[in-house]
């Protein structure tokens, strides 16, 4: 019977080696009912071959795809489209954080049928079970649905966050038939087997530059402690993981399941990091975050934003994050011995070019500030890229000030595009090159004053030597043409965790 289905994992940037979660989760939704191949761009040296082989048997229909942002679009884009015109009769389907906040865009393409928009867990196996029984009407009762009624875009209600633990085991098994699992337990700076996971959907907080607000609104749900514990212990015994990436937007949401994790996990000599906010992890006591340390984490993510009060009101922050509260928790980590993650977003609009410069000055010496404050501190500079936050002030802020989207899906892989998702060049009329280059050059010399404690190449010698070459550069504030760093980086192949992702390889 014609109704498989491919589940594909666009090549990611630099990241050939991290669990594919979300095809995994979309794949336990279907597990035992349909029958589905994966298919991991990042393992496959020419993917659309795969693909095809699938397709070309005619037993396959349905080629679903998760997107992201950026350099996922490069397969997920040609691909969707040349399964489209090669297999007329095939179904397509997007999901993701691209998919779901570029919906319209993602839609309007002739290729695209049908998007899953936020959780597929109940949308992606009811919308097959449709398909299947050309029950086309049942469509429109189906959650979290994108899709297009005589050239209308319909968009089904949002559903109810389910219950993460009576979600089904996410299918490794399967994954493994066809890409070993150990292909994605890295060696990263956590750990020699670095496994990566995601814990909890979502984020309580909604603020306005962020791309997970639009998705799930405020809200958050998380498995419990015991269960991650099982999952993190099942990896362990059977694969002998050491490390865990926790991938979720807000892995220290409720105190009493990260303790909880913390006690459970604490003599299995497992290595973690997580992303979490300053003003939550604050509350916990010492004792709290001792634990925490105990327990394995290493290194926590933090989304400072910037330590400008006006400035994290203007992006609904929210909570009670201030420039103080920043300094006082980097202040905090250090005789924990917690490496703060900082990630600041450079580049916010204001009233005029002058108003932006000075601002992003301020939010250099802020950056200088907590460097002195806690040196173990790691620093993560974004360039602000606006996302469709609705109805956010930002949001009309900066459709006042020019800004907008590209309204063709195949415009997205413009390379211009490519590095606005990568937050390295947003093309937001506010920002001119100067100031580009100000930031840009500031975080080269700070590289290299401060050269991450991540990066497992760049230690020792090498270390003293770039902190030396920056020096003057640092002290003086003077950033431009950076070339003597930029060199040394090349040689040693510095590797730049905003734009790789996370803390590793
Ligand atoms: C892991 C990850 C990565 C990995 C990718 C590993 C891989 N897949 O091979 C790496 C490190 C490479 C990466 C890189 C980047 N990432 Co990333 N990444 C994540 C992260 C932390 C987890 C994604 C995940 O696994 N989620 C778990 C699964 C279960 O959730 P999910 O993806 O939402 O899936 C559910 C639904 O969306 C839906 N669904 C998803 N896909 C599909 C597909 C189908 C067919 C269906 C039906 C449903 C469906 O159903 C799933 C189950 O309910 C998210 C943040 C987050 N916590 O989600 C950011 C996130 C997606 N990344 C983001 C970004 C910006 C990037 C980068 C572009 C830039 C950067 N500086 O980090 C780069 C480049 C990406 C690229 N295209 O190459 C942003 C997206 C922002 C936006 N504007 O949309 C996020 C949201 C982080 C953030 N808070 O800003 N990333």
């Not at 666009?10 to 597990?31: D, F, M, W």
């Not at 649905?145 to 996410?170: C, F, G, H, M, R």
């Not at 590095?419 to 080269?444: C, G, H, Q, S, Y």
Request: aromatic share 14%.
């Amino acid at each position: 019977m014609k109704n498989k289905i491919v589940i594909f994992n666009p090549r990611s940037a630099n990241q050939k080696h991290r669990i594919p979660n979300s095809i995994l989760q979309v794949g336990a939704a279907i597990y035992g009912k349909y029958d589905f191949a994966f298919v991991d761009g990042n393992l496959e040296d020419d993917p659309w071959a795969k693909i095809a082989s699938y397709f070309d048997t005619g037993e396959y229909k349905y080629f679903c795809s998760t997107v992201m942002p950026g350099p996922q679009l490069r397969q997920a884009i040609p691909f969707t489209k040349k399964v489209k015109e090669t297999y007329p009769e095939s179904k397509t389907i997007w999901g993701g954080y691209f998919a779901s906040n570029q919906y319209k865009v993602c839609i309007e393409a002739p290729y695209v049928d049908y998007i899953v928009n936020g959780p597929g867990d109940a949308a992606f196996p009811a919308l097959l079970d449709a398909l299947e029984s050309s029950n086309i009407s049942e469509i429109k009762n189906i959650k979290n649905l994108i899709y297009l009624e005589d050239d209308e875009i319909v968009q089904t209600p949002k559903e109810a966050l389910l219950d993460q633990d009576s979600l089904p085991q996410l299918p490794y098994t399967h994954l493994d038939e066809f890409y070993d699992l150990n292909n994605y337990l890295s060696k990263t700076f956590l750990g020699d087997k670095t496994f990566s996971y995601h814990s909890s959907l979502g984020c309580p907080f909604t603020c306005s530059f962020c791309a997970v607000v639009p998705i799930y609104n405020g809200r958050w749900k998380a498995k419990s402690a015991q269960t991650v514990y099982n999952d993190v212990k099942y990896f362990k015994d059977h694969y002998g993981i050491d490390a865990i990436e926790f991938h979720d937007n807000n892995f220290f949401t409720a105190r009493k399941r990260v303790v909880e994790f913390s006690e459970l996990v604490k003599n299995e000599g497992i290595t973690w990091w997580g992303e979490g906010r300053i003003d939550t992890i604050n509350k916990y006591s010492d004792e709290d975050l001792k634990l925490m340390k105990e327990a394995g984490c290493k290194m926590i993510f933090l989304g400072a934003e910037t330590g400008n009060d006006e400035i994290l009101k203007q992006m609904n922050k929210g909570g009670t994050q201030t420039g103080q509260g920043i300094k006082d928790f980097a202040a905090r980590l250090l005789p924990i011995g917690i490496i703060p993650e900082f990630s600041f977003v450079l580049g916010m609009p204001a009233e005029s070019p002058e108003k932006v410069m000075a601002q992003i000055e301020w939010d250099i010496n802020f950056i200088k500030e907590i460097k002195e404050i806690n040196p173990n501190s790691e620093i993560i500079i974004y360039l602000y890229s606006p996302v469709a936050t609705e109805g956010s002030e930002l949001y009309e802020q900066i459709q006042k000030a020019g800004f907008s989207f590209p309204e063709k899906l195949d415009d997205w892989l413009d390379p211009a595009w490519e590095n606005f998702d990568l937050r390295k060049n947003p093309l937001t009329p506010w920002l001119n090159a100067k100031m580009v280059d100000r930031i840009m050059n500031f975080e080269t010399v700070l590289n290299g004053y401060y050269p991450t404690a991540s990066d497992f190449r760049i230690t020792g010698l090498k270390k003293s030597i770039l902190r030396g070459v920056s020096s003057f550069r640092y002290k003086t504030s003077i950033y431009k043409y950076p070339y003597e760093i930029k060199a040394m980086h090349k040689i040693w192949k510095y590797r730049q965790p905003e734009i790789q992702g996370f803390r590793s390889e």
